[in-house]
């Protein structure tokens, strides 16, 4: 069981559009539609942004927004605000009811 | 609104066990769901441990699998975590979340373990 690779950060000047990837196996992303983005704020618990792929829990933005190609999952924030800043996780289903997460990507807001 | 609280030794010695609650509030345990730890050692990502069912079945990260001990009590509605022969790798943030089948959607704020002598 690896962990998810994600790019180390992404950046985007306010009122960009940046997308995250997400990659992982036929054993993972691959195979279950049960992939979460979570955000992360220094010092703070991690927040659910998405989930099942592409839905948005009650109260997230629709500025974020999630989708899936085979073994990679992607979170795209469209229209970026200084809010964003901060680190992003992504977790998948890997089977047997076990989870795995991914390294994480910052976001830093130009 | 669903709470959940982390309690245990902030400072832990090398070899020893490290042992940690959950206090869940605004919601049983008993009622349904799955409740899990999860741990961030500092500056770096988030690992799942292990997950547990109000019935007691419990599921663990294989490369932990060996060390760690979950565990639930209903009639105080809370669970514990128990990660035995710590080193200095399990230095960490732990959190313990809900796991509504398909996504954590409660979490705590954590609690900062170090493991030192």
């Known amino acids: 069981q690896s962990a998810l690779t994600q790019p180390a950060s992404v950046s985007g000047s306010p009122g960009q559009s940046i997308t995250i990837s997400c990659t992982g196996t036929?054993?993972?992303?691959?195979?279950?539609?049960?992939v979460s983005w979570y955000q992360q704020h220094p010092g703070k618990a991690p927040k659910l942004m998405i989930y099942?792929?592409?839905k948005r829990p009650s109260g997230v933005s629709n500025r974020f927004s999630g989708s899936k190609s085979g073994n990679t999952a992607s979170l795209t924030i469209s229209g970026l605000q200084a809010e964003d800043e901060a680190d992003y996780y992504c977790?998948?289903?890997?089977?047997?009811?076990?989870?795995?997460f991914g390294g994480g990507t910052k976001v830093t807001v130009l | 609104q669903v709470q959940l609280q982390e309690s245990g030794p902030g400072l832990v010695k090398p070899s020893e066990t490290l042992s940690l609650t959950c206090a869940v509030s605004?919601?049983?345990?008993?009622?349904?769901?799955?409740w899990v730890w999860i741990r961030q050692p500092p500056g770096k990502g988030l690992e799942w441990i292990g997950t547990?069912?109000?019935?007691?079945?419990?599921y663990y990260n294989p490369s932990l699998k060996s060390r760690v001990t979950i565990s639930v009590d209903t009639s105080k509605n809370q669970f514990s975590l128990k990660l035995s022969s710590v080193t200095a790798a399990d230095t960490a943030m732990y959190y313990c979340?809900?796991?509504?089948?398909?996504?954590?959607?409660?979490w705590g704020q954590g609690t900062l373990v170090t493991v030192s002598s």
């Open positions: 979340a809900r796991l509504t089948v398909t996504v954590f959607d409660y």
């Open positions: 605004g919601y049983s345990i008993s009622s349904g769901y799955y």
């Open positions: 547990i069912y109000h019935s007691g079945s419990t």
């Open positions: 036929s054993s993972d992303i691959g195979s279950y539609n049960l």
């Open positions: 099942e792929v592409n």
């Open positions: 977790c998948s289903h890997a089977g047997s009811n076990t989870w795995v």
